[in-house]
């Protein structure tokens, strides 16, 4: 492999270890020899995450570098990994004779093009190849696809195959990403977080084999793919808040507008005062969620989770508060005034039975205080966001 001097080492390989002696070295073996065939300069590492196997010492005796990661979680040990990695480009992957580590040259060529994200793709649809019993069904055919076309919804990305454990980086970009997770939905976060940074990215295909390992791996379907969706929903306030709470608001106020004139009348169905009371409280909902979804996005782009890019955040900060607190009053003065016109109505009937088109006309007045009451205090709470903090 040539000097192994700090400068001079272009690729390093990552590779989180728990209890793999079986395949370690098998990896570790290929990686040199493909490392020998491209002339590349390189290093092993392997981040090793609790092994009570002979893991450690046989990853060592075979060439490789062995970092031990106290903190547990398949994240924790990447990151520690490439914490101590030497290289300009970073390849990872697994250590259980999964993933081909003779595919090498696939990944190490995109990034000397330029490009500072690369991904693996195992998915036929991506052009990969999975070997007969390398994957299970329900992973490739629902588990795989669904959260990659989540992804490719929520984030734009263009990957076939998020969930594939081999990709490439340059060093410097895992600097950027600053990446907090520490489970399996650390692959999601890097997919993610490369996406909104705007990355010059690849895709290429891959080979998945069986891995060499005779017990049982570490994955666990439901609650590792349950952590990369929530983590999905949670980094995506648009589609968990915003866009529900926007349809919800919509509708909701579409239909206590229409009941305010008249009732509506559908067939045999007749939508009146309980219906316009049903989409008031769907209305009251959607604008908190609405609100929940700039909170949420505000935050995360103030604690630098996210790219500060929200044309969102933006449209609502550019809002004064002086401005916020003038269009809350004057929403609740004119529900006040409804609400005064509807007393003097219930007045000239002897305060008897308030007839139906004044009842209609105080839900939406009562809607209309609360939505503006909400209106100014979340405008404060906003700016209080925006308030900046002494640190250290």
Not at 128 to 157: C, E
Request: aromatic share 10%; proline share 4%; hydrophobic share 45%.
């Amino acid at each position: 492999m040539g000097s192994m001097s700090d400068t001079a080492i272009e690729v390093t390989i990552v590779m989180p270890c728990l209890n793999e002696a079986e395949t370690v070295v098998t990896c570790i073996t290929k990686a040199q020899a493909e490392f020998e065939r491209l002339d590349i300069v390189g290093e092993i590492i392997v981040a090793d995450n609790g092994s009570t196997d002979k893991s450690m010492e046989l990853a060592e005796a075979a060439g490789a570098r062995v970092v031990i990661v106290p903190e547990k979680g398949y994240g924790a040990a990447i990151a520690g990994g490439i914490a101590q990695a030497k290289g300009k480009f970073i390849i990872m992957g697994d250590a259980d004779d999964s993933y081909d580590f003779g595919e090498l040259g696939v990944f190490v060529e995109p990034l000397r093009q330029g490009h500072e994200f690369v991904m693996g793709c195992r998915l036929p649809s991506g052009g990969g190849r999975i070997i007969p019993g390398a994957m299970p069904w329900m992973h490739q055919h629902v588990g795989t696809p669904v959260l990659t076309a989540i992804s490719r919804l929520f984030f734009k990305t263009r990957y076939h195959d998020n969930n594939c454990g081999m990709r490439g980086f340059r060093r410097d970009l895992f600097d950027r990403l600053d990446l907090h997770t520490t489970g399996m939905e650390f692959a999601s976060e890097m997919v993610i977080k490369s996406a909104l940074l705007n990355v010059k990215n690849a895709e290429v295909p891959i080979t998945l084999h069986c891995d060499g390992r005779t017990r049982s791996p570490h994955l666990r379907s439901w609650r590792d793919g349950w952590r990369h969706l929530r983590f999905m929903l949670l980094f995506s306030p648009l589609w968990l808040f915003i866009y529900p709470g926007l349809a919800m608001f919509a509708i909701g106020l579409t239909s206590v507008a229409t009941i305010m004139i008249s009732p509506v009348h559908i067939g045999s169905l007749a939508f009146s005062m309980n219906s316009q009371m049903v989409g008031a409280a769907l209305t009251l909902i959607g604008f908190q969620l609405v609100g929940f979804g700039v909170f949420t996005k505000a935050f995360t782009e103030l604690e630098g989770l996210t790219p500060k890019r929200s044309r969102v955040v933006a449209f609502v900060y550019n809002i004064s508060l002086e401005f916020g607190i003038l269009l809350g009053l004057i929403g609740i003065i004119a529900g006040l005034g409804i609400i005064y016109w509807a007393l003097m109505e219930w007045r000239t009937v002897g305060y008897g039975e308030l007839p139906t088109n004044v009842i209609r006309s105080i839900i939406p007045a009562t809607l209309l205080i609360m939505l503006s009451v909400q209106i100014i205090f979340s405008k404060f709470a906003l700016d209080v966001l925006q308030l900046k903090r002494k640190r250290g």
